[in-house]
């Protein structure tokens, strides 16, 4: 299988691709899947649809494109901002996905994890059937209307006061003026203003002050980073409504900036919303990328009408048969993509070999036996990736999509 740079997309982009284009991101990216995405999901089960099609037809049918086969949930921003702030654990801003629940197991004296379907994906699933919970539909409703409520008129109000002498023309400007904010002489001010702009609980502010105090009061970039990416995510959002380059008349432009609390966890950052494609640059690092949703929702079609071309005896065989990489011939912005975030990959295909048959198959028992066999000596216990021998992810991968096979049927007894 291809593993391919880690990609996020929002709802927006996905619901543009045709089922055909959704299989080609699923196969050539690892998609991180954000909470807000799972969410904006749900949302629609409240809408009232216009057209021919139920919230329950439009849901289902986004919940087939749904990567299944390299993607991954991530874990809710409140949890590992829970865990950096209590110094559990460090959440470095790098490309690799954070997913939570894995299971610390031992099998043969090695240690490793494994990681079952999250509710999340046990949902999508079931979506992807067109079953729906009645729960699900509860909070479908609360969630509009939760949306609807949000008071940006107070936001507007309260945050003019940082404009004693005139409001800024450009949101690279606002950026600027949100980490100046951030990076001021008052860490300890600047980190305490932090925890009450992001929600963070009231009765456990103090105890995560007084840890910062007993380390000697760094840098906030240094004592928890994510933290501090959150933190000048959410005051450079204030800040853009006060300064009228966000409205505060489109309450959707919340969830909108939501999606860049995970940015730090991919590679290329991908949209077909207008805000994202302001907005998300601005916080990119330089190992990241921006890609406009319809540029590569045309890449992907073109891929896909190059992959048409084979004949159907190659086509048959399945897409890991026959595409285990971009072409390498052609001006496909995929490939252009793997360039600069794979690199290397144009020689490890000319070098590749294929794996013995007799190694595969010991491959394919290992994995069994991680699934059957492993045990979980305290399910309490947690263990980093990087500390891990192996690792286990259980999915429910659909061998067809669109008119693509995935996977070659009976390919296990092959």
């Known amino acids: ?17 045709n089922p055909d284009e959704a299989v080609w991101l699923d196969h050539f990216f690892i998609t991180n899947i954000t909470p807000l995405f799972f969410i904006e999901a749900l949302a629609d089960l409240a809408k009232e649809v216009r057209r021919s099609r139920t919230p329950e037809q439009v849901v289902s049918n986004l919940a087939y494109k749904t990567p299944d086969m390299q993607s991954s949930p991530n874990a809710h921003h409140q949890t590992l901002l829970a865990g950096e702030l209590s110094g559990l654990y460090a959440v470095p801003l790098d490309w690799r996905l954070r997913r939570a629940g894995g299971t610390k197991v031992e099998l043969d004296g090695k240690t490793g994890v494994i990681f079952h379907k999250t509710e999340e994906e046990e949902a999508f699933d079931r979506w992807r059937d067109g079953q729906f919970l009645d729960l699900e539909r509860q909070i479908a409703s609360r969630w509009r209307r939760n949306l609807s409520g949000a008071d940006f008129t107070a936001i507007y109000n309260a945050f003019q006061r940082y404009y004693p002498k005139g409001k800024p023309k450009e949101l690279s400007q606002v950026k600027a003026i949100a980490e100046r904010i951030i990076d001021g002489a008052d860490q300890e001010g600047s980190f305490v203003f932090g925890l009450s702009l992001l929600g963070h609980p009231a009765d456990s502010r103090a105890v995560i002050v007084q840890r910062y105090r007993n380390v000697g009061k760094p840098p906030l970039r240094d004592f928890a980073p994510y933290f501090r990416f959150l933190y000048s995510v959410e005051l450079f959002f204030n800040l853009a409504i006060a300064a009228d380059l966000i409205s505060k008349e489109r309450p959707s432009n919340k969830i909108d ?3 860049l609390y995970y940015l730090p966890f991919c590679q290329i950052f991908t949209s077909s919303d207008n805000l994202h494609e302001k907005v998300v640059p601005l916080f990119l690092r330089e190992d990241q990328s921006f890609v406009k949703g319809p540029e590569l929702k045309a890449d992907l079609h073109r891929l896909d009408e190059h992959y048409s071309e084979l004949p159907d005896s190659v086509k048959a065989e399945g897409l890991y048969h026959f595409a285990k990489d971009p072409p390498t011939e052609g001006d496909f912005l ?8 794979r690199l290397g990959w144009r020689k490890e295909k000319m070098e590749r070999k294929e794996l013995p048959k007799h190694l595969q198959d010991a491959l394919l028992q290992m994995l069994n036996r991680i699934e059957k066999d492993s045990r979980s000596t305290d399910p309490r216990e947690r263990i980093t990736i990087e500390e891990s021998d192996f690792i286990g ?3 429910h991968v659909v061998p067809k999509k669109g008119k693509w096979v995935r996977i070659k049927p009976n390919a296990e007894k092959d």
Do not use: C, E
């Open 393 to 395: 992810i259980t999915r």
């Open 334 to 341: 995929v490939s252009r993509l793997y360039d600069t975030h």
């Open 257 to 259: 900036l939501a999606y």
């Open 1 to 17: 299988m291809a593993s391919g740079p880690v990609l996020i997309f929002d709802k927006s982009f996905l619901q543009s691709l």
